[in-house]
């Protein structure tokens, strides 16, 4: 079974463009998360999305969206980007809620 | 917003020795796993233990939870230099909706 694929693996930006980030989840997995890791706050949880349907969100602001499609393909978009949205955002899916999570290689977002 | 504390927040060992990491909640739970991360890439999944659960062992790994005290450890047996890697610890605060709350990770380095 191919695992979460990612895309980009890299991206570089100027504050105040878009970006749009993609992942295909592990076949069967129709739960899909996405997070956000930087070395100032961690692993922080952006949204987790079942089914096409948007389940949880954290605390970001609405610049930070996502969807998922109906072959459970997720993308999350950032508008207006701030140099603070420079990360390594990761996509995880699962089986089940909440148990084993198989994350992605993720994509590094650079703000300039 | 954190979950898990790690601890130690790094770790410094030779091959073959034992490694032992630590992790304090603070929520009920209903599972807490611990992943592994290799430096720019995605999170891999080691070991998932239930809150009924006292005791799991995967290969080389042993997780231990006690729930009284609300803090979990991962032993890792024998370390080679290819367990080089960040460790966190993950939480669901007991919800069943898909999210898990990551800790800031033990960062082991094994020196060959």
């Known amino acids: 079974k191919a695992g979460v694929t990612q895309t980009p693996r890299y991206l570089i930006k100027t504050r105040g463009q878009q970006v749009t980030l993609s992942c295909s989840p592990i076949?069967?997995?129709?739960?899909v998360s996405w997070y956000q890791q930087t070395p100032g706050q961690g692993l922080q949880f952006l949204f987790e999305y079942f089914s096409e349907t948007q389940r949880n969100k954290g605390n970001f602001p609405g610049r930070f969206s996502g969807r998922q499609f109906s072959n459970s393909r997720s993308e999350m978009n950032v508008s207006t980007l701030e140099l603070g949205d420079s990360a390594l955002y990761l996509c995880?899916?699962?089986?089940?809620?909440?148990?084993?999570?198989?994350f992605g290689s993720g994509t590094q977002l650079s703000v300039l | 917003s954190q979950q898990g504390e790690e601890d130690p927040q790094a770790l410094s060992i030779q091959e073959g020795e034992n490694a032992t990491m630590n992790c304090s909640y603070k929520t009920s739970i209903n599972n807490l796993q611990w992943y592994r991360q290799n430096s720019g890439r995605g999170l891999v999944h080691l070991i998932l233990i239930r809150s009924n659960e006292r005791e799991k062992h995967s290969g080389r790994l042993r997780v231990t939870l006690d729930t009284s005290k609300k803090s979990s450890s991962l032993l890792i047996t024998a370390s080679r230099a290819a367990d080089t890697a960040s460790y966190f610890c993950a939480t669901d605060r007991g919800s069943t909706l898909g999210r898990l709350y990551f800790g800031r990770g033990t960062q082991l380095t094994v020196w060959p």
């Open positions: 076949s069967g997995h129709r739960s």
């Open positions: 995880a899916s699962s089986l089940q809620v909440n148990e084993k999570l198989f």
